[in-house]
């Protein structure tokens, strides 16, 4: 049964039967690393921040992780089918409130209660998933918009306010490829009840060069950093791409990609807000653009930081790594990994739970479904940081009795110590207790 009652950032709730936060989980959101001064991810945040400065930008650096499932969806336009809300993707508190499962959560919130033209809302947030070196049910993204009052500028002139801010920004000589129309009839249609294509293209051009500057002081300092460490680095120009996207709040809609290690990384999702966003913040008059980008992701690549478990990590040989880094960022190093310990894989096999179909055909049972992600909770619940990963390695149907079976491997390797053979099967032997317990399955 749930909790009667669970307090989140001095808050109290209460839980019904969709509660599904695990205590690690719970546990991690006293924890506020991206606001920890010379952690990683707040150094990001800082970097980040930089590029947007007041009085134009303001941050919001302090919102409940706890919000309505209106505040996360609804108020966002997300069609009550959509996957995100499914109870296997995200965790609730009860029907109603959930942990942010983004920052957009609270764009709402500020387009309605803030009086600066553009804010930034950096936040933990939370999603079920894989377990695996880049998978970690707690992240961090930060938020921002830019905004013009079309009742302010002179004239109701939008276009040409927008591009008078522009001509005020830097510039950059990075190459930038941006092959998609500006629009799409259904995806990314113009918000022609609103404004013109003419606005929307100014708006899309003070946003492009704005998130461009971002990335380009994101790569640069990732670049310093690597030479720094390397002195044979090499420094290969930067390079990025707009690529088309689909957002329910923004039309039209883009991600930013940038060539890193032979791919195309995929570093932030924006667009045009829509105006129902706004309208219903109260702020009709107001359009701009919006962005959000994750940044345990970034903050990996800026320090080479090879597993994310590390960010959570309370080990002095992770954390005195980045001392005094938060006052000065030009002496942002790469991390310098500490004694990597040993893999030590364990298998893990079972049988789904068959049920009986209703009239008792025991000629065709069906069987019990298991959601990926509750395995992968369960793992992580028992034996938290100490799994590297875990995944899926083998399925079958037995042809007679058509029951399914699954096989988990599951990494066990602590990021501050070397296992013991010992402790390792102790622990398997809790996961296993775990996966009977909680999914009925049968232990091969
Ligand atoms: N919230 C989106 C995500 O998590 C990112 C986004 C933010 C996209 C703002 C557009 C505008 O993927």
Not at 15 to 23: A, G, I, M, Q, T
Not at 151 to 171: E, Q, W
Not at 213 to 229: D, G, P, T
Not at 344 to 369: E, K, M, Q
Request: charged fraction near 25%; include cysteine.
């Amino acid at each position: 049964p749930p909790p009667k009652t669970v307090t989140v950032n001095g808050k109290t709730y209460t839980p019904d039967e969709w509660y599904n936060v695990p205590d690690n989980v719970l546990a991690a959101t006293n924890r506020k690393i991206f606001l920890q001064k010379d952690h990683p991810i707040s150094i990001t945040r800082q970097i980040l921040e930089s590029k947007f400065a007041a009085p134009e930008y303001l941050p919001h650096n302090d919102f409940d992780p706890v919000v309505s499932t209106y505040e996360n969806f609804d108020s966002l336009g997300f069609p009550a089918d959509h996957p995100g809300r499914a109870h296997s993707e995200s965790f609730y508190i009860n029907r109603d409130t959930l942990l942010r499962t983004h920052t957009s959560a609270h764009e709402s919130a500020v387009f309605r209660s803030s009086n600066s033209d553009g804010y930034l809302i950096s936040a933990d947030v939370y999603r079920r998933d894989e377990i695996d070196r880049s998978h970690y049910p707690v992240f961090h993204q930060m938020e921002g918009a830019r905004t013009w009052d079309r009742s302010k500028v002179p004239n109701g002139d939008i276009a040409a306010a927008v591009y008078a801010d522009l001509a005020r920004m830097p510039t950059h000589n990075v190459k930038v490829e941006d092959p998609h129309p500006p629009f799409h009839a259904e995806r990314n249609p113009l918000q022609i009840a609103h404004h013109t294509a003419a606005e929307a293209e100014a708006i899309t051009a003070h946003l492009k060069r704005s998130l461009e500057l971002m990335v380009v002081e994101i790569f640069s300092r990732a670049k310093a950093a690597a030479a720094k460490q390397d002195p044979n680095y090499v420094d290969e120009p930067l390079r990025m791409r707009w690529v088309e996207a689909y957002f329910p709040f923004t039309s039209p809609s883009w991600e930013l990609e940038v060539y890193y290690a032979g791919d195309w990384l995929e570093v932030l999702g924006s667009g045009v807000s829509k105006q129902e966003i706004l309208s219903e913040a109260g702020v009709p008059s107001k359009l701009g653009w919006a962005f959000g980008i994750g940044l345990d992701r970034i903050a990996m690549l800026l320090f080479k930081i090879p597993d994310i478990r590390l960010f959570w990590s309370q080990d002095e040989r992770f954390l005195s790594q980045f001392t005094g880094v938060s006052d000065n960022l030009d002496t942002l190093k790469p991390f310098v990994p500490f004694s990597k310990h040993p893999p030590c894989y364990r298998d893990v096999s079972f049988w789904l739970r068959s049920i009986s179909p209703a009239g008792g055909n025991t000629a065709s049972p069906t069987t019990h479904d298991v959601h990926n992600n509750d395995v992968m909770e369960i793992i992580r619940d028992v034996a938290g940081d100490i799994v590297e990963d875990a995944k899926l390695v083998d399925e079958f149907t037995h042809p007679k009795t058509g029951r399914r079976s699954m096989c988990y491997r599951i990494n066990y390797r602590s990021l501050e110590r070397t296992l013991t053979n010992a402790e390792t099967s102790d622990l398997h032997e809790r996961v296993i207790a775990a996966l009977k317990e909680k999914l009925g399955v049968e232990i091969r």
